[in-house]
């Protein structure tokens, strides 16, 4: 699901977005109004600019372990 087609769906809502992951957004949690991202996906992009290994820590520790106050 592309972000165009998710924020015209839910337009009254305002939704927090990790930076650069766009294209591994994969749908909405319609109970808390979050993005789903596919982890495979984010892994794929961030290996654009490292090797799999460097891709999958900066993943877990700056990705799906950040505090978003």
Request: negative net charge; glycine residues 4%.
């Amino acid at each position: 699901m592309k972000i165009e087609s998710i924020i015209e769906r839910y337009q009254d809502e305002t939704f927090l977005k990790a930076d650069g992951f766009d294209e591994a957004i994969i749908g909405v949690d319609e109970t808390s109004m979050r993005l789903i991202y596919s982890v495979s996906k984010c892994i794929k992009i961030l290996c654009r600019d490292m090797n799999d290994e460097d891709a999958i820590e900066y993943f877990r520790y700056n990705v799906s372990d950040a505090y978003v106050g």
